[in-house]
């Protein structure tokens, strides 16, 4: 942080507030803030994306061109941004997909470079508060900017929570208001904070939306509202098909990277303002919810801060009361109701993916709630007219299914994942629960019809198939595949709980490894995929694909070597045609360009080593006995041509295999379990945030 001197602060007493019981002083003319931080000149590769200040003047301008000169980034530049982090690592249970590669001598480690700079640009917003305001007032002005943002996000992901209107409708009438009103010259930040302070945002039987939205915004704009802006903005700018740099000022140039991490200190700050003043209300369980998916993009979920913050959105849900229905008398509007419904459907689903993931508790337990799913209605329907509503409601199924339609609304994907997560959670309590033997093997059994009756209650339309590649086109059949990936990993684990109660469970564990294989082999054939399609989704074979993989490929190996029967319905060929296709993806896609993609390599090393000794078998030593059963008359290759033959799977990768002595002798892994098992003892010093992208 740069230090100014009094000579050079402008300071009203008029618009003085308090934060965590210290002054602040808001003075918007005299702004620190720098809008473009992390930033060095470059030449321009294409134009920035950029807005003009609201309502411009030359006073305006004068003002920002003061701030930049002053050079007070938001984000550290100095030393500081080379430290690593020193905090502590924290608790990964046994479901937990982090702990196969949680740092373990005896197994293989994939070092991961750390920088701080996420940590030390929230350090640098609480470090001097008299500064936050100005700040906060300050990155407010590119609403244009923002705006684009957010409505490009609405329009490229059908993962939206917060239904559209309800965010791009007082979005749009708050830059109005400032194009009518004029940007204020001061005490912005002290109003916004008085109407955070003093003003409920009270819910009424009859609002209407418009009702609804002057509540937060124009002149009753509040820090809820400011910090759901910059998150979703943040986000938007992550998934921006647009230029890769972004102008806060007209001028300097910032990565979409440095502007997500900017958002989500600013967004963050919101919080701490809210959190004073004991806000707990439907924007704040928003703008929680919204951080939450951000800052997990940025630090990581493991990162015990992002951990804690979604602890923070878990309290808000309870203590408004959205994990409980609404009494008969209840004043919620219609809009307001399904909302609440999505959003406590989405976090009770997030929950779950960060419970599995961590290999935790979850926080958000079904046993403690009771939430109807919300209605299959796409977003701009919650705010029609009473006629139009209840005709488009009156078209549902009963169940509450709208219809196909030729695409998934954001309403449709956050019921499947739920259902979907009701099971997760039913089977993280056999994993990680505590119960007698008689009582587990009961649940057991209960959990495994429930996974088999799932799909029958879902409407056959939505469900995936390899024509959703040709109906859907590539985004929405992702969805669709990773809806469908959810519940057959659900399956999976229920099946490999089973195999350890029963040996006789394998022909059904290694038949639903092998529905995984097959789906994720389908994204895989889609050669006319753009580049960043590929990379963005990578991990989908890091948490479905190579484990599954890794359990067919292991049994496959033990029953060649004890020439016993494969108890698979699927032939023997076409599991070897799908492994080697699945392996093969990463020798076409593009060099490994983050941790998730080297993380799938190291995996798929194993995997492919499994198989060259399945097809090599017998050894050489061992032919003159002639040739042995699932093996076939061919000759033993050389170690060169195992290489060479390899190599064609994967790439370059096979290299690193036969040099590394970190890989487990695959000799060892001698059954599915014992691969899942290493699986589970692997290390990534790092975090897979592409996962959390889809929340």
Request: glycine share 6%.
């Amino acid at each position: 942080m740069v230090n100014q001197s009094p000579a050079n602060r402008v300071v009203s007493p008029k618009s003085a507030v308090t934060i965590n019981n210290r002054r602040v002083d808001d003075v918007t003319s005299g702004c620190y803030y720098h809008p473009a931080p992390l930033t060095r000149p470059r030449k321009k590769a294409q134009a920035p994306r950029s807005a003009s200040p609201v309502n411009p003047s030359r006073v305006d301008d004068e003002a920002l061109d003061a701030s930049a000169s002053r050079g007070d980034g938001i984000v550290p530049t100095g030393p500081q941004m080379g430290l690593t982090s020193t905090s502590q690592p924290t608790y990964l249970g046994s479901t937990s997909f982090m702990s196969a590669f949680h740092h373990n001598q005896r197994d293989m480690s994939l070092s991961t470079p750390k920088t701080a700079h996420a940590s030390s640009l929230r350090k640098a917003w609480s470090a001097d508060f008299t500064h936050v305001l100005p700040r906060l007032v300050q990155l407010l002005r590119p609403l244009r900017l923002y705006e684009d943002l957010i409505t490009d996000k609405y329009h490229r992901s059908p993962f939206t929570v917060i239904p559209a209107p309800l965010v791009l409708t007082p979005l749009r009438l708050l830059r109005n208001h400032w194009d009518r009103e004029g940007w204020p010259q001061e005490g912005l930040g002290s109003r916004i904070t008085q109407n955070t302070a003093t003003k409920l945002i009270k819910v009424e039987t009859n609002m209407t939306t418009d009702q609804f939205y002057r509540l937060f915004t124009g002149a009753n704009l509040r820090w809820e509202f400011v910090g759901l802006i910059f998150a979703l903005a943040g986000l938007g700018a992550s998934i921006s098909s647009s230029s890769p740099l972004f102008s806060l000022n007209g001028k300097d140039e910032i990565s979409s990277e440095a502007f997500a991490m900017e958002m989500a200190a600013a967004s963050l700050a919101c919080i701490e303002i809210c959190r004073q003043y004991d806000n707990v209300n439907d924007l704040v369980v928003w703008l929680h919810y919204t951080y939450f998916v951000l800052g997990s993009n940025i630090d990581g979920e493991t990162n015990h801060h992002i951990y804690a913050q979604f602890g923070d959105l878990i309290s808000c849900i309870h203590a408004m009361g959205l994990h409980r229905p609404h009494p008969p008398d209840s004043s919620i509007p219609f809009f307001l109701s399904q909302t609440r419904k999505r959003v406590f459907a989405a976090s009770y689903r997030t929950d779950k993916n960060l419970a599995t993931f961590l290999g935790r508790p979850p926080r958000l337990p079904y046993h403690y709630c009771d939430v109807e799913l919300p209605l299959d209605l796409d977003d701009h329907s919650l705010i029609l007219d009473r006629l139009s509503l209840d005709k488009a409601v009156r078209q549902l199924t009963p169940d509450g299914w709208g219809a196909f339609s030729g695409g998934l609304r954001p309403a449709t994907v956050i019921r499947l994942r739920y259902m979907i997560a009701r099971l997760r959670e039913q089977v993280m309590e056999l994993s990680l629960g505590r119960a007698s033997v008689g009582s587990r093997e009961h649940e057991l059994q209960i959990t495994y019809q429930e996974c088999k009756r799932l799909w029958d209650r879902v409407p056959n339309e939505f469900h995936y198939s390899k024509r959703s590649w040709e109906v859907l086109g590539p985004h929405l059949s992702i969805i669709s595949l990773v809806i469908h990936l959810e519940y057959l990993y659900t399956v999976f684990q229920v099946e490999r709980i089973r195999c350890g109660e029963s040996a006789d469970a394998m022909a059904d564990l290694l038949d639903s490894a092998m529905q995984i294989v097959s789906a994720v082999t389908d994204f895989a054939k889609q050669r006319d995929q753009e580049g960043s399609i590929r990379e963005q989704y990578t991990w989908i074979f890091l948490f479905y694909a190579l484990p599954a993989a890794g359990v067919v490929a292991t049994e496959l190996h033990r029953c060649t070597v004890s020439m016993v029967p494969l108890p698979c319905s699927i032939p023997r060929s076409r599991i070897i045609r799908d492994l080697n296709l699945l392996a093969s993806w990463f020798e076409s896609a593009s060099p490994p360009t983050s941790y998730t993609h080297q993380a799938c390599v190291e995996v798929t090393q194993v995997i492919i080593k499994l198989l060259d000794d399945t097809l090599d078998y017998p050894p050489s030593g061992q032919m003159a006995h002639g040739p042995q059963p699932g093996t076939g008359s061919r000759p033993t290759p050389s170690s060169g041509d195992r290489v060479r033959e390899s190599s064609h799977s994967i790439g370059v990768s096979l290299n690193v295999y036969e040099q590394s002595e970190t890989l487990p002798n695959v000799d060892t892994l001698e059954t599915s379990e014992d691969f899942l098992n290493w699986l589970d003892e692997l290390g990534l010093e790092t975090s897979v945030p592409e996962f959390f992208r889809w929340q």
